[in-house]
């Protein structure tokens, strides 16, 4: 019997408080990426949730690195145009199909969070725990908008790298970006992660045991 049919049979046997954690486990495990996606965005209450779940990460030495920066509305058209100055800047020949490309990603999203890390260089705590960090907040909030219904990705590529797009957020080094989340509402709602699908622990799973003399 695997470790997760065990817990299963465990919790069934058990309370309905521990049959509700399962049932929430279960959904986390369903979570799927997703760049599809339709209005509405979460707002409000649900928004307030998703960026309190990004804040409830581990930290190091309470540094609170995370700096999350909300973009929607009009101000999407105005981000898109920064990452097409930003793409020509790196490549003078990028084909307009290209920057046209950025342009519309910014605008098709309901909802962009440019997640990143406020990071202290020189400090006891390791820069790269710093940006663990906020990665851990870019989890934790995916985590938040699979659960209240919505959808979102995690996505990088060279203008998260991009000093100037760096800048134009807030971030000027070292502090930087870990990423952008695309967040709204599933245009097709994703088939959910089977268990089957998920990755097998036999491959990344090990039992350390202390070398025999
Ligand atoms: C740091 C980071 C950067 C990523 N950047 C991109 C990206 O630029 N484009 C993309 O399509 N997927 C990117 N991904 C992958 C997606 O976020 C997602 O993990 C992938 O589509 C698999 O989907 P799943 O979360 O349902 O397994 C990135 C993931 C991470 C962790």
Redo the contacts with the bound molecule.
Sequence with gaps: MSNASAARNTFAATTAEQRNRLRTLDLLLS???T?ALAEPAPSGTELDLILEAGLRVPDHGRLRPWRFVLIRGEARTAFGECLAEAIKARDRAAPPALLDRYRAWAVRNPLLIAVGTRLRSGHPVPEIEQVLSA?AAAMNMLNAIHLLGYAG?????ANAYDARVNEALGFRAPSRL??FLGVGTPINAPEP?LASQRPDQSAHVFEWSAPTA
């Design positions: 979570r799927r990426s760049g990665g990705i995690w996505v990088t590529g870990v990423g992660m």
